[in-house]
DNA sequence: TTCAAAATCACCCTAAAGTATGACCGGAAA
DNA sequence: TTTCCGGTCATACTTTAGGGTGATTTTGAA
């Protein structure tokens, strides 16, 4: 039915339009309630409210049209040489990551959960918090996922 | 319980309805007190036609969408020597994965927490939530972690 | 216009991750 | 020898991530 595809296209609009009617009458209410004579100036005021928020919607609608110009941000990082994976030594001591830290590193790169790293290094699931907790410290980073990806960006892991 | 939720989301009508009463309201109070009305009624239409072309121009900015705001995506290339980025479409129509799914792996590869993903995408955290779920479901895995590790070897993100 | 997929959001709950603190041990450096 | 550090582990706590369910809205294609 085409009135409730209105409804639901407009429905901010009208919904919108019902609260102005409720609260005009709610103010014509106010009026038989006090016994207020000259009413004649609310409806003024009201008329012109809608006329210029309707106004002020137009001039909004028509004026900020900011077309959205997409910002391509180009940064460009380090180099990572076509052959293979060699270590970053230098950002490594830089860091001062330990072996076990780069390790536990390497695995969380994978993908890898702190209780299965836990299980492939044969060590318990504190020790690998410990670690990990570390780890990020020297990073500087807060989640493993910044982890890995500032290793990945200092060539610190494959 | 649901009412909440049609506060989040009518909010800018309910405040707009809730500050129009407000101001009719005094208005009629400060005709009672001053009786200023049968003097400087063109000053007063003014008055109001100029604070409700705010009003409407601050509803019309409130409730169209922030498209303004919202294509950014393309963000933080890293070049290499060799070789651009180059997406593997094949690989992400096989996983049938959305565009916004895809902007929420990005994002998450860079490191960001869900509350932060959520900020750079202007939608709310369970937004992110229900993305990323629906994201490890069709990428077959469990974690973030791994979604990045697989979307970098898939080639889905640089 | 109609319909299905995509996108949005809420709520509840559990699991995992991360923080803080303290402790123990063994080897290397002072 | 003493000190320091890396590695190990625990306990307690807070935060974040993730799973499941249900709902509405937007959107794009038929």
């Keep these: 039915m085409t009135l409730n595809y209105y409804w639901t296209r407009y429905r901010s609009v009208l919904i919108y339009g019902i609260l102005l009617a409720a609260l005009l009458l709610l103010l014509k209410w106010l009026e038989w309630r006090f016994i207020i004579v000259d009413y004649a100036f609310e409806m003024y005021a009201g008329f012109i409210a809608i006329l210029f928020t309707g106004l002020g919607i137009w001039l909004a609608l ?13 940064k460009e990082i380090l180099i990572k040489d076509n052959g293979e994976f060699v270590l970053n030594e230098l950002e490594l001591n830089r860091l001062g990551l330990s072996k076990r830290e780069l390790e536990v590193l390497q695995l969380m790169a994978q993908g890898l959960s702190n209780q299965e790293i836990a299980g492939h ?3 318990s699931l504190n020790t690998i918090k410990t670690h990990s907790s570390k780890l990020f410290e020297k990073m500087d980073v807060q989640r493993r996922t910044q982890a890995v990806d500032m290793a990945k960006k200092l060539s610190l892991i494959p």
Tied chains: 1, 2.
């Design 62 to 74: 028509k004026l900020s049209k900011p077309k959205t110009a997409t910002v391509y941000i180009e």
């Design 121 to 123: 290094l044969f060590v």
